[in-house]
């Protein structure tokens, strides 16, 4: 329990979840299980911009991101066309990368098409609950064998940009996994 980090509350904290930037995110949403279809696209979406970038640079834009993308209506974005990709490469208030874009619509597209829902499909790869929670930052995986079978199983199914390890962090982010460490004052869920 050497990794977490008191806060200026007196509360313990995963690592990461002490800093200003992030304690509202780290206390209140990450790690919490969330549904919807449109509510999943929007994480997934958006652990897909932050690919080699720092999730601090996606969550300080995450309001532009959600202006930009009609606050990630599925089938909003599943009808954009060549000019909402421009308006979004003009946008600088969002990554600005053409291949996250392009997959951003190709997701939205691909949803659209999935029996059941995405909220169905994304928790499907859900793993059983772990009998407790990691005790160290070092326990907590990169992948699992259930994010490289969720990864693989949306590729199959024409979604880009989220391959094992982005799978994983969603999978973190949606509370598909508890990777809050032992003696971190969030709730398990």
């Known amino acids: 329990m050497t990794d977490l980090v008191i806060g200026a509350d007196g509360k313990a904290r995963c690592p990461w979840g002490g800093s200003p930037d992030y304690l509202v995110y780290h206390d209140t949403e990450w790690g919490r299980p969330l549904h919807g279809d449109d509510h999943l696209y929007e994480r997934m979406t958006l652990e897909a911009f932050q690919s080699g970038l720092s999730w601090l640079t996606i969550l300080r834009k995450r309001e532009n991101f959600r202006a930009a993308f009609d606050h990630f209506k599925i089938k909003k974005v599943a009808a954009y066309d060549d000019s909402d990709v421009a308006r979004l490469m003009a946008d600088v208030g969002i990554v600005r990368n053409r291949q996250k874009v392009d997959a951003a619509i190709a997701n939205a597209r691909a949803a659209l098409e999935v029996d059941g829902g995405l909220s ?32 693989k199983t949306l590729k199959k199914r024409g979604f880009r940009f989220v391959g094992p390890t982005t799978a994983y962090a969603l999978m973190q982010a949606t509370g598909m996994v508890d990777d809050h460490l032992e003696g971190c004052h969030v709730p398990p869920h």
């Open 120 to 151: 169905k499909l994304l928790w499907s790869f859900a793993p059983p609950p772990r009998p407790h929670r990691p005790r160290s930052a070092g326990e907590v995986p990169a992948i699992t064998p259930e994010s490289t079978a969720l990864a």
